[in-house]
């Protein structure tokens, strides 16, 4: 019997890939990869899916059409225990809540802050939503994690691709904006996402995945004991309401050096209202490339970080107050309950000059890859 062999093409950080597969079982048993989906809610009318993949290690990631959120990251501890290590909810109401701190989103059209809610191109000046203490936060009122994205499954079982066109005018920002995003999960227990943005107006561009991070799988309340270790000499400084100075500060004798693996909770209260920064790793990291991990010593589970982004942003929950409801297992989450860690460009880059540019054009193609993989220490 002859086996069918089809070809996918899509676009990804790195321009074109080809996907192929093979529809018989003896294809899918060889690469052990597996994609699920079923209903999770409706939203105005519109079907809410669950998209489940399952590699052949047994590890887990669960992806809504809704915000692109990912609901689930089940990976196994070192004794094989398998455990959800992302924050999340049991319905399709807790992500619609009042308040959700962007539990597990992708985040756009600009991720992190813009200062004043306003940025200018060229001699046009731009008014975004101030939602975030005047000044514009994760794409404004509705942003990229409150869509309904477009997703197709590619051959092969172990991806998806999101799709959503942003308008003219959508949030303030100018132009029509095509965004794709992929979720690939691979054999070696990584998550990879890729994004590729064109345009047909200049327009600011900051993309990134808002997922909170809890490697105990929710057997300690916070992530205080956790080790993280970043690859980033600098940190931008940030004024009362966060929005950075315009400098790039040494890391070096400060809480803010986790150039060596360091607890979170070690110095944490050392740095008003707790981490909320993006940090810059050094300029020879351009490209994809490994910049950080995360250890949970009770679990032993360890998350290492890769991205081709210029900076990370490391926020540890110090909003979280433990009001969300609907929350999964009815867990409390309560300040520093999980982290986020957020490959991007830098916080206001449209209005500070001597930052990494975020301004696409048309003609451009914007990329941006980052992969968190998952594995035992």
Same mark, same amino acid.
């Given at each position: 019997m002859l086996k069918k062999l089809f070809t996918f093409m899509a676009l990804s950080a790195g321009g074109v890939l080809a996907f192929s597969a093979c529809n018989n079982a003896a294809e899918e048993k060889k690469t052990g990869t597996m994609l699920t989906s079923q209903p999770y809610g409706n939203l105005s009318g519109t079907e809410i899916v669950q998209y489940t993949l399952t590699n052949a290690n047994g590890m887990v990631v669960k992806i809504l059409n809704y915000g692109g959120v990912i609901t689930d990251i089940i990976t196994q501890d070192r004794d094989g225990t398998p455990g959800n290590v992302v924050l999340s909810y049991d319905t399709l109401a807790g992500y619609q809540q009042s308040g959700n701190?962007?539990?597990g989103t992708l985040v756009g059209r600009y991720a992190n802050r813009i200062a004043k809610a306003t940025f200018k191109i060229d001699t046009a000046t731009y008014q975004l939503a101030a939602n975030n203490n005047g000044n514009s936060l994760h794409g404004g009122l509705k942003g990229?994690?409150?869509?309904?994205?477009?997703?197709?499954p590619l051959p092969g079982d172990s991806s998806l691709l999101l799709e959503y066109q942003s308008?003219? *005018?959508?949030? *303030? !920002?100018? *132009?029509?904006?095509?965004?794709?995003?992929? !979720?690939?999960?691979?054999?070696?227990n990584a998550l990879k996402i890729e994004y590729v943005a064109t345009t047909d107006k200049p327009t600011p561009v900051n993309l990134t995945q808002h997922t909170y991070f809890n490697l105990s799988a929710g057997k300690s309340p916070t992530i205080l004991d956790h080790e993280l270790q970043l690859d980033a000499p600098g940190y931008t400084p940030v004024d009362d309401k966060l929005i950075p100075l315009g400098k790039i500060d040494s890391v070096k004798g400060t809480p803010m050096d986790f150039t060596t693996p360091q607890r979170i909770g070690s110095r944490i209260d050392s740095v008003k209202g707790g981490?909320? =920064?993006?940090?810059?790793?050094?300029?020879?990291?351009a490209?994809?490339?490994?910049?950080g991990t995360l250890h949970d010593p009770a679990s032993g589970r360890l998350m290492t970080i890769f991205t081709s982004e210029p900076g990370i942003q490391f926020y540890s929950g110090n909003f979280l107050d433990g009001s969300l409801q609907h929350t999964r297992n009815k867990a409390v989450y309560a300040? =520093?309950?999980?982290?986020?860690l957020e490959a991007q460009h830098f916080p206001d880059s449209p209005n500070q000059p001597t930052f990494p540019n975020t301004i696409l054009k048309p003609g451009e193609k914007y990329?941006?890859?980052t992969? !968190?993989?998952f594995g035992v220490k």
């Open positions: 701190p962007y539990f990229f994690d409150k869509v309904v994205w477009n997703v197709t308008k003219d *005018g959508e949030e *303030g !920002y100018p *132009g029509n904006l095509n965004a794709k995003v992929i !979720y690939t999960l691979t054999s070696q981490y909320d =920064h993006n940090w810059v790793f050094p300029k020879e990291k490209g994809l490339a490994q910049v300040k =520093h309950a999980g982290l986020c990329t941006q890859t992969i !968190y993989q």
